[in-house]
């Protein structure tokens, strides 16, 4: 909204011409004579018109803020609630990365680590699995009962040969002489 400002005139002799003496001298000393003569000039007319419609817009303005308040003190506190949960959420998965780079390291030397680690638990599945065999071998009367500890351990023990041929060609090679 553009508000033109009426220019204020340096005098006013239009208004104080046509006055007697004795006019003139009651307007000074009646405050409100003065200020009746005052009100009734035209640009001091549109310049209250124009401080009353600035007055209501303030009015209206404010009144409307005051009504959204309190959705925007929701609208707030529903926003900050969300920030927090995304900063927890933030926190949670670079938590959840690094424990997942230190689990999951790609360096030679953890490779091979667990390479070995997993090659021991083979052995010692093999080894269990051998001794059943072993076990059952003495006593067993059924030959299918047999054949599938058997097959088992066939399949156990490759495992763990294929996993220490790997663990062997990966391992560092002494120098030759």
């Given amino acids: 909204m553009e508000i033109k400002v009426p220019?204020?005139?340096?005098?006013?002799?239009?208004?104080?011409?046509?006055?007697?003496?004795?006019?003139?001298?009651?307007?000074?000393?009646?405050?409100?004579?003065?200020?009746?003569?005052?009100?009734?000039?035209?640009?001091?007319?549109s310049m209250a018109s124009l401080l009353d419609r600035l007055r209501a817009t303030n009015l209206r303005?404010?009144?409307g803020t005051l009504r959204r308040e309190?959705?925007?003190?929701?609208?707030?506190?529903?926003?900050?609630?969300?920030?927090?949960?995304?900063r927890d959420g933030a926190a949670r998965h670079r938590a959840r990365v690094d424990e997942l780079s230190k689990r999951h390291s790609a360096t030679p030397a953890a490779?091979?680590?667990?390479?070995q680690s997993r090659s021991d638990e083979a052995k010692k599945a093999s080894d269990g699995?051998?001794?059943?065999?072993?076990?059952r071998a003495s006593t067993a009367?059924?030959?299918?009962?047999m054949l599938a500890l058997l097959a088992k351990y066939q399949s156990s023990r490759m495992q763990y040969h294929t996993l220490a041929a790997t663990e062997k060609a990966l391992s560092p090679q002494p120098p030759r002489r």
Avoid: Y
């Fill in 111 to 115: 490779c091979l680590q667990q390479l």
């Fill in 70 to 86: 309190a959705e925007l003190s929701r609208l707030h506190t529903e926003v900050t609630e969300l920030q927090q949960m995304l």
């Fill in 141 to 145: 009367n059924d030959a299918k009962e």
């Fill in 129 to 135: 699995l051998a001794n059943a065999l072993l076990h």
């Fill in 7 to 45: 220019p204020i005139p340096d005098a006013f002799p239009e208004l104080l011409r046509p006055l007697t003496e004795k006019q003139l001298a009651r307007l000074a000393q009646d405050d409100a004579a003065g200020g009746a003569m005052v009100a009734s000039i035209g640009s001091v007319a």
């Fill in 61 to 63: 303005e404010a009144t």
